[in-house]
């Protein structure tokens, strides 16, 4: 049977820091995030039993269903999510705390007769969600900052760049990617948090635009040299029959004009 391609919205989730936790701890975590992800699923009307799923063994990767209004993964999906995440955070020990890089694109995919799903769009997700640019800035945030999400710039120009309700482009900062054989400007938000860390961001970079060139600076031309001051002359006359003819730092000399 022929692959069919279709234009789909991507997502995909990491839990941060997932080894060394033991197989208890990993299995409660796992579950909690699959949870969490149905119930945010649902409350942003996007059916979860209609969407191709990937367990990444610490995290899970989601296909939406076709036609699904990529908008919707932002808002309210991610703030459903961060939420569920936080009140599970609040009553949870340090094993079982949950925080996750979240990572969001679209593209044409092709779709296998099984339900498998292959494409370049995968690859770019798969980059999305590995960058380091995500990882420093959730690690950096508060703890109660409960993921860092980076969407591509193709999702980001389709969904974020708009200012639909409940999504705030300023929240959106711009940043470069350079993953592998990867290399694409992203766009980076941290839910809940009141700004993004600076590293996140980088040098030359101003965050809600574009790179910003950084150009060596040239050394200043040394000051010309003053021009010396013209002498001043004084003629004043002196006491008896003379003049007197000085300059403001020369010899002073006195003509006399008279027998005195």
């Known amino acids: 049977m022929e692959q069919k391609v279709e234009h789909r919205a991507l997502l995909a989730v990491d839990i941060e820091r997932s080894a060394g936790r033991g197989n208890v701890a990993l299995q409660r975590i796992r579950e909690v995030l699959w949870e969490a992800l149905r119930e945010s699923f649902g409350c942003a009307g ?56 979240i990572a969001l694109h ?10 498998e799903v292959t494409g370049r769009p995968l690859e770019v997700l798969a980059r999305l969600l590995d960058a380091a640019v995500a990882r420093t800035a959730l690690a950096e945030a508060p703890e109660t900052v409960t993921a860092s999400l980076l969407v591509s710039q193709h999702f980001h120009d389709e969904t974020v760049s708009h200012g639909y309700p409940g999504i705030d482009p300023a929240s959106f900062h711009r940043v470069a990617l350079a993953e592998k054989e990867y290399a694409a400007s992203a766009w980076l938000h941290l839910p809940g948090a009141t700004a993004v860390p600076p590293e996140a961001v ?59």
């Open 106 to 115: 679209a593209g044409d995919v092709c779709l296998g007769p099984a339900g």
């Open 46 to 101: 996007l059916e979860w039993e209609a969407c191709l799923r990937d367990d990444l063994g610490d995290g899970v990767r989601v296909v939406a269903p076709a036609g699904a209004r990529k908008t919707k993964l932002i808002h309210p999906l991610v703030h459903e999510l961060t939420a569920r995440l936080r009140a599970h955070n609040r009553l949870a020990g340090p094993a079982t705390r949950i925080r996750v890089r």
């Open 202 to 260: 980088g040098p030359g970079r101003r965050t809600g635009g574009p790179p910003v060139p950084t150009l060596p600076l040239a050394a200043a031309p040394a000051p010309a040299p003053a021009p010396a001051p013209a002498a001043a002359k004084m003629i004043n006359k002196a006491s008896g029959h003379g003049v007197v003819y000085a300059t403001q730092n020369g010899t002073q000399n006195i003509h006399l004009t008279g027998k005195p």
